[in-house]
């Protein structure tokens, strides 16, 4: 049975940080990562990891966001720095091996 347990998310202020966390058990997994979906909006990849460590970034988060992953613990994490409005939305963890696997998603808001 895959379990994907993600915390972290909450509401901050522009210009802020949140980390969020997803624990994964049941397996291990070729590449993980998070997609996020804001209200009315479909739902798209924010950074993805691969077990060795190879990672790929939307353009909207290059330099802002920093995803990493510890294979001992299975879990991956999202360091998510100098937030904007435009980052709120629904974020979503999932892990992949031939299926995918997907949390049941952390809200984040950035608001003043």
């Known amino acids: 049975q895959v379990q994907l347990v993600e915390s972290g998310g909450g509401l901050v202020q522009p210009g802020g940080s949140l980390r969020l966390s997803c624990a994964v058990s049941?397996?291990?997994?070729?590449?993980m990562g998070w997609y996020r979906q804001a209200p009315g909006k479909e739902r798209e990849l924010v950074a993805s990891i691969t077990r060795g460590g190879r990672t790929n970034y939307a353009d909207s988060v290059k330099g802002r966001f920093t995803i990493s992953r510890d294979n001992a613990e299975n879990t991956v994490y999202l360091q998510m720095d100098s937030l904007k409005p435009e980052d709120t939305a629904v974020y979503y963890c999932?892990?992949?091996?031939?299926?995918?696997?997907w949390g049941q998603g952390t809200q984040v808001t950035v608001s003043s």
């Open positions: 999932y892990a992949q091996r031939v299926t995918t696997w």
């Open positions: 049941g397996s291990t997994f070729s590449s």
